[in-house]
C-alpha cells in the first residue's frame, strides 16, 4: 500500500484538465477546456531500513518529506 510510515501520507485524487487554444495574453481567443479525466497524486515514497522503537530495524516506506525533517531515523 502507498502510505507513509511515519505521517499516513497516502495517494490523492484530482483532475488532469486538457487545454487547447492560444492564451489571451498571447494575442489568441483564449483557452479552452477539451477534457476532463481523474488521475492520481502518489507521495514520494522511498523504501528505507529504519530504526523503530527500541532500536528494531525494519524496512518500512517512509516518504521524502518525512526524512527529510528527521521524523525518522535511518539504520546504519
Known amino acids: 500500500m ?3 510510515y511515519v505521517c499516513g501520507k497516502r495517494p490523492l485524487s484530482g ?3 486538457a ?3 492560444k492564451a489571451k495574453k498571447e494575442g489568441g ?3 479552452k477546456i477539451t477534457g476532463i479525466t481523474r488521475r492520481r497524486f502518489l507521495p514520494n515514497l522511498q523504501r528505507i531500513r529504519a ?3 527500541k532500536g528494531t530495524v525494519r524496512r518500512v516506506l517512509v516518504c521524502t518529506g518525512c526524512i527529510q525533517a528527521g521524523k525518522i531515523r535511518k539504520a546504519a
Open 2 to 4: 502507498k502510505v507513509c
Open 15 to 17: 483532475n488532469s484538465i
Open 19 to 21: 487545454r487547447r487554444g
Open 29 to 31: 481567443v483564449g483557452k
Open 51 to 53: 530504526m523503530i522503537k
